[in-house]
């Protein structure tokens, strides 16, 4: 078109000047400037045809540019790349900027003048080094690119490097600035597609000025840009990659760079095939197919050198081995293109190559790597970076497996690629999920791979490699935040290596920041059984020489003993073996070596280790100081407690003496303080806090796990020695807290540890047996006596000091600590039931009394010199003294909820004041609630537990009388659960107290006899608790349980066995009964893998240290159930109970049928029919036949319900219990079958089953009237319809005649006349018959289809088998038929095609039936070896197999496949809809076998 307008042009006028100076003038448009060139590429053929030079057409091309092109270029340089252009559009000027370009460089050719050339070029370059943003930058591309090819190689030679390496910096983002994406991504876009193609083609010096920008150091995959290096390599390959043959001097060609002899070039491919885009990607595929092909057809050896090291070449070539290096690449190549796909079922059959490339890649004569192995990491890499989850997870296990058959030589690529991208994948946490139909506890297949992998590979590393990788590897779990499977599955395969000596110091900080990382997950169990496994690879994988015992004790205080390293367990038994085997190879502690220890022992440790801890240093003289830490006498009481315990194991049959011996040269220096704290009044108190640090934490861990402590002869030795020290730690202690030495802030603290020392004496005498002499007992009634006194002084009207009120909050502190021992221990009731003063104390305590500040100049003058300012700026701060006000109101809670469980029996119902009571707090309830409501508005989340208890007292009593304020009480309790549910450490004991004063069973039949709005909230906080156990497990499993145990223990206390309150809330029970809600994946994966932890038993410490708390939600129905079958039958109260539940139950399923009637096999809809049905099941043993005869016509409606398979055979093997039972009721059994024919489709299976079961059911009949009565209904139902000559359940309904047909003949055609009647009447005709009687032609095609899931493709594929004649479409459901989406699709075809129902587990079975039929099984899919459907010859007996939406066939289905066919493509998306695939296959087959019959239409 554009050569015709041109000799139009020179028609007109034969004078080029004029004619190029009229198109010169004017509007520089797109359009005008387009024909310009055209015109001027005309006049330059024409030109190069006469071979002329002269004349006036070398001057014109010299105006035209020096007058017009030059000016306009210049013009639109004037604004920067991507900026805002008033003038043109930018898609208009970029036209106008490329066809003033072309037109330039037929200009300077016509010219003949180079010197315009390369001014020209310098101009523009200047502009292009000024960087993409800059003016012009984009119209000086377009300059070099137009003049380029006019420059001389020679003479321009500098110049042409210069353009050269301002492009290539350009191109890859160095031009200033790269690290903007889109100017960049254009910059690259537009100088590698316009600018280099044409600087090569300039020459050698042009080529390799780009080559060497290329290849340079610097632009290294690792810091450059890899899209834009390959999008530059890409467009230069035919340079850069030599082309065989061609006119070339072969010299010539040597002389030109190789790409592929250089190792970064193959590092930008290797980076190219595994980034995210999916155009990089194939870029780089393609410069390696290149490559390859290029080689095979040079017929030359080509070697690149590895970056590093004596390995393999990244990229070599021998024409001896060119058949073994093909198949290899084209194999590679073949695996890289496939994984494009994303689709499992295409990779799966293509993985068996990737075992083939091992083999290529591996000699078989020395063992060493052939190809380097960096080639197949690109390939696991592209798998584990698949958005494809399943894939990722094919890739990884495939990784995992390849050491089980095969042994790989050792490369650095390898280690390298285990600790980055392998790690990184396995960081996932799906990836560990169970395989179908593994039993639940069983452990991940993954993790099992993985720790098979791992103990292999590392076996199999050289010594002087094996610990760096340890090191690598563990260092990387500390590297990013890990879930709780993942670290845990890392954290086994690690402690099941075999032992080496490959750790040291740094090993060991490295493991304990990995268990750092795991703190801070939430699955505790989890988190302790990682725990577990890290210790266990310490123990195995420490070099003990490298480390001393302190450094192994720090790192044992990084574990958390609660939680996985608990005395008496496995773990502790192995670790203390441990220490015994190695103690005498630890490098030398400091400590020892301070005192002149150079051999290394655990009991000379321990014992140095005690010495320096009890001993005090000389800055400890101050009284108003901090209390120490407490991760020092943890360290301490951990080590002593082993050193013993490793004593005892070098003795086998030691005995108590020989423990007592030792125990005693570890204690001695602490027992020598602890004895002298009665009499010594000058001792430092931080070595004072520090000595009952110790011993609290000696008596916690101490204590066993798992075991009995009355058997454990080191407790029992312990617990001798702290008995003797009782009287002077007790003295000291009360001497504390009575004698007002505690006056500041920071005492507080010591009070609590004084307290919780006291008690944890008081609880080891209580175990030896109390006796009055005891002086424990002496104590207490002193310190009880002391902290009253000081309650009740008075100030006399002064202001309060810091001091006084520090002694009130500690004494008051005293006193809730003496009520909470008495309440848990009756033996230290020291008054009788008649009130005392501490009784009496209590019942006038003014409640939620505030302690008035202090000001802070009294603060200071109680203040040491030493204490921090920081102290003092807490406890003047109103939040910072608000702590302490809200620990004293507790502590008065503490007091109150003793005084009120005491004396509950004195609390008036009436709630009515008495005139003089003797116990106000008691006998004046109201008051007292009130008090409670105010003390929840004050207190914090975690300090209401006390109040929660008094309420439990308080609600009972006045619910009649004071209904609001207990709802009230209700509400706010409620709104503090609420708001606690992310706190894991004090919501479950407030829930627990919660749910023991709301449901109370008290409360419970009061609030249901008053039937007033107490009865209603309590049921909307019964479903508010049910609601929240969606959110957080556990929840409603503390309310049934606490419900279920307080009702049958009341209905066992009253003579009757009375239910009535349970029946009031029968919801609850039915709520239980069919409660679980459908877990998210990942919430299912970490209950998966906490059962297999605690199958794991006694071999995983965790499970002992920690308690099972039985919070899953199975516990909810387990407790429901056990409730239910506790009921006795015989008592009426029980038995209305669950004749009530049953109807409820049945209302239930009535509900969930109506709400939705199609349903998914392990939805929820199925789960909770499934768990009504099993609990009629246990409920119908209880269940009379007058009640039976009520609900039986629902039972056996439900049978004609649309229900899973599961449910139905709850439902018949109920209804032949009670016909077994109750045989009265076959008559109505047997009126079942009379139903119509539209509820008999979907449950005639049902009630034949059950006949199936006559025998069962008619027991208890006599043989005669069984007889009788069966035959009856046999004739009645079963043969009555049955015509041998007319087929089966043949109607008798005649075929419409063929001159009916005239009314259809105004109709159009897609609408077939064949009849007129009810489709239905028709479908049980056999096909042929009625194919033959419609007058249609038959085909022998069946398509497949049980792998389709969704029913608007299943009916489109139904219309359309139907259209073009199937002879059946086989499905995996019939139910299908009835979805509203598959009848909207298929707009009837269903009535007059045959449909078959094959499940998919039965499709291997189909298709071999179908094989010995002579049918061929034809698949579409695409695979390596599919056919063309446009090229492949359906046979007559075809079977058509198509795939699942997502997974297309699966791999064991594709076995049985004979042939593959694919539909051919020319777009980008890689499939097509599994209908649209399935329609175009079908009307193929119908077309050859038109054609073959001669019946085609012309």
């Not at 059984?529 to 450094?551: I, R």
């Not at 407490?630 to 049959?653: I, N, P, R």
Request: aromatic share 8%; hydrophobic share 40%; charged share 20%.
């Amino acid at each position: 078109m554009e050569w015709v307008l041109a000799e139009a042009l020179l028609s007109q006028s034969r004078d080029p000047r004029a004619l190029l100076g009229a198109l010169c003038q004017g509007e520089a448009s797109a359009e005008r400037v387009e024909t310009l060139r055209f015109l001027l590429q005309r006049l330059e053929d024409e030109e190069a045809r006469d071979g002329g030079g002269a004349g006036a057409l070398p001057e014109a091309a010299r105006e035209v540019a020096a007058g017009y092109l030059v000016p306009l270029l210049r013009s639109l340089r004037g604004r920067p790349a991507g900026g805002p252009d008033p003038g043109l559009q930018p898609r208009h000027r970029r036209r106008v900027l490329r066809a003033a370009g072309a037109a330039l460089r037929s200009c300077a050719r016509l010219a003949g003048a180079p010197q315009l050339a390369a001014a020209l070029a310098e101009e523009a370059l200047r502009d292009l080094l000024a960087g993409w943003r800059a003016p012009g930058a984009e119209a000086a591309v377009e300059v070099l690119a137009a003049v380029g090819p006019c420059l001389r190689p020679r003479e321009d030679g500098p110049l042409l490097e210069r353009v050269a390496g301002a492009a290539v910096a350009l191109a890859l983002g160095g031009g200033g600035d790269g690290d903007e994406a889109g100017p960049a991504g254009d910059a690259a876009a537009l100088v590698a597609g316009r600018l280099l193609p044409v600087l090569v083609q300039c020459g050698g010096a042009a080529l390799r000025a780009v080559w060497g920008g290329l290849a340079a150091p610097g632009t290294s995959p690792g810091s450059g840009r890899v899209e834009e290096k390959l999008l530059v390599l890409s467009s230069l390959a035919e340079k850069l990659l030599p082309e065989p043959g061609g006119d070339r001097a072969r010299s010539a060609r040597e002389a030109d760079p190789d790409a592929r002899r250089c190792w970064r070039f193959w590092r930008t491919v290797q980076a190219g095939l595994g980034q995210a885009d999916a155009l990089t990607r194939k870029r780089a595929r393609y410069l390696l197919q290149r490559a390859v092909e290029v080689s095979a057809e040079l017929g030359t050896d080509c070697t690149c050198g590895p970056q590093e090291g004596n390995g393999p070449s990244l990229f070599w070539w021998s024409e001896k081995k060119k058949d073994e290096l093909l198949k290899f690449w084209e194999n590679y190549i073949l695996i890289m293109e496939t994984l494009e796909g994303n689709q499992i079922h295409v990779i799966k059959p293509v993985l068996p190559k990737l075992n083939n490339l091992f083999e290529y890649a591996v000699s078989e004569e020395n063992g060493c790597w052939l190809f380097h192995p960096s080639w197949h990491m690109c390939i696991y890499k592209r798998m584990f970076e698949s958005e494809n989850k399943i894939l990722t997870k094919e890739g990884v296990i495939h990784f995992l497996e390849l050491y089980e058959t095969k042994i790989l030589p050792f490369s650095p690529e390898f280690s390298e690629f285990i600790i980055g991208p392998l790690m990184d994948a396995l960081s996932e946490s799906s990836l560990y999920s169970r395989s179908p139909g593994q039993p639940i506890g069983s452990c991940s297949p993954l993790g099992l791979k993985l720790q098979k992998f791992l103990v292999t590979y590392i076996s199999l590393l050289p010594g002087d490699i094996k610990s760096n990788f340890l090191l690598k590897f563990i260092r990387k779990m500390t590297s990013r935040h890990w879930c709780a499977v993942p670290i845990l599955f890392l954290s086994k395969a690690l402690a099941n290596v075999p032992k080496y000596k490959a750790l040291g110091i740094d090993g060991l900080l490295a493991l304990r920041d990995v268990i750092h990382c795991t703190m801070i997950t939430h699955q505790i169990l989890l988190r302790g059984a990682a725990q577990c496994y890290l210790l266990q690879t310490a123990m195995n994988l420490l070099d003990v020489e490298k480390v001393s015992l302190s450094d192994v004790s720090t790192f044992l205080m990084s574990l958390r003993q609660e939680e996985s390293l608990g005395r008496g367990t496995s773990l502790w038994t192995e670790l203390c073996d441990w220490l015994r085997v190695n103690e005498s190879y630890f490098k030398p502690s400091p400590m020892c070596s301070s005192i002149g220890l150079h051999k290394t022992s655990l009991n000379a440790y321990v014992k140095s280790l005690i010495q320096e801890y009890v001993k005090s240093s000389a800055w400890e003289t101050g009284e108003n100081c901090f209390m120490p830490d407490w991760f020092e006498a943890k360290l301490v009481s951990l080590m002593v407690l082993l050193a013993v315990d490793v004593e005892g194991m070098k003795t086998q049959y030691s005995g108590k003496q020989r423990t007592e011996n030792v125990l005693r040269i570890f204690l001695d220096p602490l027992l020598d303080v602890l004895m002298k704290f009665g009499t010594n009044a000058y001792m430092p108190l931080l070595k004072t806090d520090r000595c009952l640090q110790l011993l609290l934490k000696l008596l916690n861990t101490c204590r066993l796990k798992g075991s009995s402590a009355q058997d454990d002869e080191v407790f029992t030795v312990l617990q001798n020695f702290v008995m003797s020290t009782t009287e002077s730690i007790s003295e000291f202690i009360l001497r504390r807290l009575t004698m007002n030495e505690l006056n500041s802030v920071s005492d507080l603290d010591r009070c609590h540890l004084y307290l919780m020392v006291l008690t944890e004496l008081i609880n080891l005498h209580l175990k030896v047996g109390w006796k009055r002499g005891n002086p424990i007992w002496r104590v207490i009634s002193l310190l009880k006596n002391a902290s009253i006194q000081h309650l009740q002084e008075t100030d006399s009207g002064q202001e309060p000091t810091l001091g006084n009120q520090i002694q009130r909050v500690v004494s008051m502190a005293a006193l809730a600590m003496v009520c909470e021992a008495i309440d848990q221990k009756p033996e230290l009731q020291l008054d009788s039931l008649h009130a005392g003063p501490l009784e009496s104390f209590l019942s006038s305590l003014q409640l939620n009394q505030t302690l008035q500040k202090p000001h802070a100049e009294e603060q200071s003058s109680y203040a040491h010199p030493s204490q921090c300012t920081s102290v003092l700026e807490e406890s003047s701060s109103s939040q910072g003294w608000g702590k302490i006000v809200a620990q004293y109101i507790h502590d008065q809670w503490v007091c109150l909820s003793f005084l009120l469980k005491k004396y509950h029996t004195l609390i008036p119902s009436t709630g009515s004041e008495i005139l003089e009571p003797f116990l106000p707090a008691v006998q004046m309830p109201i008051r007292t609630l009130q008090s409670a409501l105010e003390a929840l508005t004050v207190l914090s989340s975690d300090q209401v537990l006390p109040v929660f208890h008094c309420l439990k007292v308080l609600v009972p009593k006045l619910l009649t009388s004071s209904e609001s304020l207990c709802m009230e009480s209700f509400d706010m309790a409620w709104k503090i659960i609420s708001s606690l549910s992310n706190t894991q450490l004090i919501f479950w004991p407030n829930l627990k107290a919660f749910v023991q004063f709301v449901f109370d069973n008290k409360v419970l039949t009061i609030a249901a006899k008053i039937k007033g709005q107490a009865y209603f909230k309590i049921k909307e906080i019964m479903y508010k608790i049910i609601e929240m156990s969606a959110i957080k497990t556990g929840v409603f499993n503390t309310l049934i349980s606490y419900c279920c145990q307080s009702w049958i223990v009341s209905a066992s206390n009253v003579s009757h066995g009375s239910l009535s309150s349970a029946k009031n809330y029968s919801e609850l029970i039915l709520e239980a009964c069919i409660f679980g809600t459908v877990f998210r994946r990942d919430q299912r994966l970490v209950q998966d893998v906490q059962t297999f932890i605690e199958n794991l038993g006694h071999d995983c410490a965790a499970n002992i240290v920690m308690e099972n708390t039985k919070r899953e939600d199975h516990y909810v129905r387990i407790c429901a159930i056990k409730f239910l079958c506790l009921l006795d039958g015989s008592n009426m109260s029980h038995k209305l109970f669950m004749e009530d539940l049953a109807i409820k139950l049945l209302d239930k399923d009535e509900f969930v049928s109506k709400s939705k009637k199609r349903y998914y096999v392990n939805s929820l809809q199925h789960r909770v029919k499934n768990r009504i049905w099993q609990t009629l099941l246990v409920l119908f043993p209880r269940l009379d036949q007058n009640f039976l005869n009520g609900i039986i016509d629902r039972i056996f409606q439900a049978g004609f319900t649309n229900n899973q398979a599961s449910i139905k055979y709850f439902i018949e093997w109920i209804i032949i219990l009670i016909l077994h039972k109750f045989p009265q009721f076959l008559p109505k059994f047997w009126d079942c079958f009379s139903y119509g024919e539209e509820n008999l489709k979907t449950s005639i299976c049902t009630f034949l089953a059950v006949l199936s079961h006559l025998d069962v059911v008619t027991q208890n009949i006599p043989e005669k009237e069984c007889q009788e009565e069966l035959a009856a209904h046999s004739r009645a139902f079963l043969f009555c319809n049955i015509s041998p000559t007319q087929g089966l359940l043949s109607r008798g309904t005649n075929l419409v005649e063929a001159d009916n047909q005239a009314e259809w003949t105004d109709v159009q055609k897609k609408i077939i006349p064949w009849n007129n009647r009810v489709p239905d009447l028709d479908l049980e005709l056999l096909f042929q018959d009625r194919a033959a009687r419609l007058g249609k032609s038959i085909s022998r095609l069946i398509v497949v289809a049980s792998l389709i899931d969704k029913p608007t493709n299943l009916g489109g594929l139904c219309r359309t088998c139907e259209v073009f004649g199937a002879s059946a479409l086989v499905v995996g459901s019939l139910q299908c038929i009835s979805d509203k989406q598959f009848q909207h699709l298929s707009v009837s075809a269903e009535q007059w095609l045959p449909l078959v129902e094959v499940k998919p587990p039965h499709l291997i079975d189909y298709l071999q039936q179908k094989k010995t039929e002579g049918y061929t099984i034809i698949g579409v899919e695409q695979t390596a070896k599919s056919l063309d459907l446009t090229q492949y010859c359906f046979p007559e007996k075809s079977l058509l197999l198509l795939g699942n939406e997502r997974e297309g066939i699966p791999a064991n289905l594709i076995q049985q496949l004979d042939v593959c066919v694919e539909i051919p493509q020319q777009g980008i998306i890689r499939s097509l809809n599994v209908h649209v695939s399935g329609a175009l296959l079908i009307w193929e087959y119908t077309r050859q076998q038109l054609l073959s019959h001669g019946d085609a239409k012309p």
